[in-house]
């Protein structure tokens, strides 16, 4: 791949990563909230259970179980992007060593 391929290449590579990344905080923020409107419903339900017994419950909610894995889905995406960005990276690393390679050979055969 050309040099300003692979730039372009690291360009949209970032902004899936980025989208990617937001979408996976968004949801670990979410699910903290989730937990706490679910804990709420099954203390109005019932005022004698303990806060520990309304964390289960609320933990075991389907509602709750679908976020997570919501999150699982978002961070499998996120590290995906995260990694096809570094190999998209290397690549770049790559070309500059072969390329700082070759002028290193050039400049001792006296070649220009």
Known sequence: MKPLERVAQLHTLSK?????KAETEYLKH???SKLAILKGKYSEQDSKLSNAACDDLARADKDYIEVLKGLREAIEVSEAAFWELSISKSGIQIWQTQESTRRAEMSMTGST
Not at 16 to 20: E, P, S
């Open 16 to 20: 899936v990563y980025a989208k990617a």
């Open 30 to 32: 979410f699910r903290k």
